[in-house]
């Protein structure tokens, strides 16, 4: 079931930080934690509704990923290119191991970028 938009306003109001992300002990937002859990309509909802700082990057603290990073991990393009169609500027951040967000697709057996999972 979708919240609608009047009610997700209603309820981001109340929030201490108005349209501002908040972050875990591990340096995950609510970003993170939607697309690591495959809620793509909630990715949507924060991405209309919820803005960037000028030097914020969504990195997280462990491996620097950013939610781009980790949507790239699960294979999940659509959710990858929605997250980037908000905030364009997580598609160039590199993590830890020095990748972009599109490095981190599984390859397929012939060595390009799958945008499924394999399985045999």
């Not at 009047?6 to 002990?25: G, V």
């Not at 990748?99 to 045999?120: A, E, M, N």
Request: overall charge neutral; hydrophobic content about 40%.
């Amino acid at each position: 079931m979708e919240i609608p938009n009047d009610i997700l306003k209603y309820i981001i109001s109340f929030l201490p930080i108005k349209n501002r992300f908040t972050y875990d002990d591990h340096g995950w937002s609510e970003l993170h934690k939607a697309v690591f859990n495959g809620r793509y309509i909630v990715v949507s909802k924060i991405g209309k509704y919820f803005y960037l700082g000028e030097h914020e990057t969504l990195q997280d603290f462990d491996n620097f990923n950013t939610p781009a990073h980790i949507a790239c991990m699960k294979s999940n393009i659509i959710t990858y290119y929605e997250i980037i169609g908000f905030f364009p500027k997580l598609e160039n951040i590199k993590n830890k191991q020095g990748k972009v967000p599109l490095d981190l697709l599984p390859q397929s057996p012939v060595g390009y970028p799958s945008f499924f999972p394999i399985t045999f």
